[in-house]
């Protein structure tokens, strides 16, 4: 039953992990949120701006640690050594290197938030499912995860910022730390009887 339990947390971890990679607009981190209840998942969310805001990667590059800013109105000769193209698009390093995440507290919802508005939206329940997130949630989500009265949280990757997952503990949530390793994969790789 353990067992069970734990490999259905690893199959909704790496759902989470996917839909996180391939579909999050935002240029800094790629975050998602599955809700899974009774064994099905009943909501996805990812981290980003509303639908038809203009995307945190249409304004936001990272490459290499680094975070770039389109700037339009910014003149030519400050192209230099300093600056990217990418899809025909010039990008500036930015001066502030903290800027992307000032931006993103303005305009972009977290993928819990995202996954709990699309239930709301539908007047569908999140009591009793679990939370299956690539990172850690941070404080305001936690709060928005307690209010729904959710059962359990599992996550792949620790968050560095806030103290969220002792809010939830303290609410009577199981928050889980199960990573992701390179190992799983190997393990599926030399284990599978093909
Ligand atoms: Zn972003
Ligand atoms: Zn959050």
Same mark, same amino acid.
């Given at each position: 039953?353990? +067992? *069970? ?29 599955? #809700?899974? %209840?009774?064994?099905?998942? #009943? ?14 990667? &249409? #304004? ?13 109105? $910014? !003149? !030519?000769? *400050? ?13 500036? $390093? ?22 709990? @508005? %699309? ?14 997130? /690539? ?9 928005? =995860? #307690?209010?729904? +009265? ?7 990757? @620790?968050? &560095?910022?806030?103290?969220? =997952?002792?809010?939830? $503990? !303290? ?9 992701? /390793? ?9 284990? +599978?009887?093909?």
């Amino acid at each position: 039953m353990m +067992k *069970k339990q734990h490999q259905w947390d690893t199959t909704w971890l790496l759902f989470a992990r996917m839909m996180a990679d391939r579909h999050s607009k935002c240029a800094s981190k790629s975050v998602a949120c599955v #809700i899974v %209840k009774d064994e099905k998942p #009943i909501s996805i969310g990812i981290n980003g701006t509303p639908s038809q805001h203009v995307n945190c990667n &249409e #304004i936001y590059l990272k490459q290499d640690n680094i975070l770039y800013k389109a700037e339009a109105e $910014r !003149q !030519q000769e *400050k192209a230099d050594a300093l600056s990217i193209v990418h899809n025909g698009q010039v990008f500036y $390093r930015c001066d502030n290197q903290e800027e992307h995440h000032e931006w993103s507290k303005m305009n972009e919802i977290h993928a819990e938030i995202n996954a709990l @508005g %699309k239930l709301a939206a539908d007047s569908t329940s999140a009591r009793h499912a679990t939370a299956y997130v /690539t990172h850690s949630p941070c404080h305001a989500c936690s709060l928005a =995860l #307690i209010a729904s +009265k959710i059962d359990r949280v599992v996550y792949s990757t @620790g968050y &560095e910022y806030g103290d969220g =997952l002792t809010l939830m $503990r !303290q609410s009577e949530i199981e928050v889980l730390h199960r990573p992701l /390793t390179e190992e799983y994969f190997l393990e599926r790789i030399f284990d +599978k009887d093909l």
